[in-house]
């Protein structure tokens, strides 16, 4: 059985838990890595990201918890293009992987670009739309709570919230889900958190805001350091609630 790369806005694959149960803002570091020291084939890291010195510090504090079967290699864009369909284009659910690994991973950065911009990259590179490679869905509108959303869509009942993203993939290892294969991280933190007052003005009706159901964010903590920066943003605004989704990981604080 092969499953069809999931899209952002139809997966529902891990359990929401709310923020303020899941993280204290202390400095949680523990001393393991991880929520377990990751072993992927491959790890791909794009060069714009040497661009942004946080994010390159990221990536060497992450690397620092995983054990690759290959060095980290720094990849330009063209080059990414070329390796999505050799190693990503049929990603089978997990439960038909035999022999099951860590997927490979992609470190890039989240863009913050017009629609026409983005259509421009991707016209140059159509191979990174897939997985999100190229790091364009750094949010997306799940229409939950609307009547033919609910009906085209099992009869689940939800708030609409905007989703914030910035992982897509997992190495859980649950057999009906799609996103084994690569994980693709986005590691400008800090650029993706200058840009959330921008998200959050977007409606400022809605209270409820979702991260980040295409993985279990708790897997790449600490060393991602997303989840107690999100915390602390959304612990500042009394009438605004995050909701992480969390799947089958215990590495909660
Ligand atoms: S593999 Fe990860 S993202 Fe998929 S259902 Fe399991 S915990 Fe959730």
Known sequence: MVGRAPSVENSILCVPLISFIMCSLED???TYPLFRTLKPAKVYVTDDVYGDPAAAA????????IEPDAPLQ????????DIAPQRWSSVPRWGAVVNPRDPDLVLTTGKFWSDEQKQSFLEK???LATHDLAGFTVKAWRRD??????????GTVCQSAWQLHSIMGCPFRCAYCGLGGVNRILVNVE?????LNEI???DPKQRLYKWDNVTDVSVFEPELGHSKMLVEYFADKPDRYLEIYVGKSNNID
């Open 28 to 30: 949680t570091r523990r």
């Open 58 to 65: 990221r990536v060497e504090t992450m690397m620092s918890a």
């Open 74 to 81: 720094c990849v330009t864009y063209d080059e990414l293009n």
């Open 125 to 127: 590179y159509p191979n």
């Open 145 to 154: 709570g609307e009547t033919d959303w609910r009906e085209e869509n099992r």
């Open 191 to 195: 650029e993706y958190m200058a840009h």
């Open 200 to 202: 959050v003005s977007l």
